[in-house]
Structure formats: structure tokens, C-alpha cells
């Protein structure tokens, strides 16, 4: 059973950074097609950020720009670096596989831009 655990998120002022990290027990990451979600209130989960196993990268394009999302194979660990962040990032965030396959959901966690 795959366990994803998101940390890194917080309270931050409009044109803040936030770096948000992902581990994954159960699996290794590096295999597969990961992406970094989030969920707002009132809106569906939305993938914002993905990285293929052979390494290229894709955003949404709300986030292209201001977000980069990376990996670190010895780690197994997953990471969204936020810069820029504006108020409607404000959402709970999580990682997961870019699969119609999705792993458990982990807790997830909250970023909230607001000054």
C-alpha cells in the first residue's frame, strides 16, 4: 500500500514562496509519471504541476512560471517550489501519481496566500 505524506504548506503574504514536499512509502516514485494537485473550496482537484519519469515537466498554465516541480530519486521525494503565489493559489495541495491510477490520497497540505 502506497503512503503519500505532503508538508511545507503555511500562511504566506501575496508574492511569498512556499516549497512543499512530498514522500512516498510503498512505491518508488522515480517509475512513474507524478503530479502535484490542489483543491480550493467549492472546486474540483485540479493538477497544477507534472513530472515524467524520464523527467519532463508540464504545468497548468494559472502556475507556468511560478511553479517548478522536481524529484529526488535517493529521497524518494517529490517537490513543488511556489513562488509568486497570489491569493487564488490559496487550496489544499497533494501529490499523486498523473494516472488515471492514483495512489491513497494523503492528507494533504494547506496553502493559504493572504495578506
Known amino acids: 500500500q502506497v503512503q503519500l505524506v505532503e508538508s511545507g504548506g503555511g500562511l504566506v503574504q501575496p508574492g511569498g514562496s512556499l516549497s512543499l514536499s512530498c514522500i512516498a512509502s510503498?512505491?518508488?516514485?522515480?517509475?512513474?509519471?507524478m503530479g502535484w494537485y490542489r483543491q480550493a473550496p467549492g472546486n474540483q482537484r485540479e493538477l497544477v504541476a507534472a513530472?515524467?519519469?524520464?523527467?519532463?515537466?508540464n504545468y497548468a498554465d494559472s502556475v507556468r512560471g511560478r511553479f517548478t516541480i522536481s524529484r529526488d530519486p535517493a529521497k524518494n521525494m517529490l517537490y513543488l517550489q511556489m513562488n509568486s503565489l497570489k491569493p487564488e493559489d490559496t487550496a489544499v495541495y497533494y501529490c499523486?501519481?498523473?494516472?488515471?491510477?492514483?495512489?491513497?490520497w494523503g492528507q494533504g497540505t494547506q496553502v493559504t496566500v493572504s495578506s
Open positions: 513530472i515524467r519519469s524520464g523527467g519532463f515537466t
Open positions: 499523486n501519481r498523473d494516472s488515471r491510477q492514483l495512489w491513497p
Open positions: 510503498g512505491s518508488i516514485i522515480r517509475f512513474f509519471d
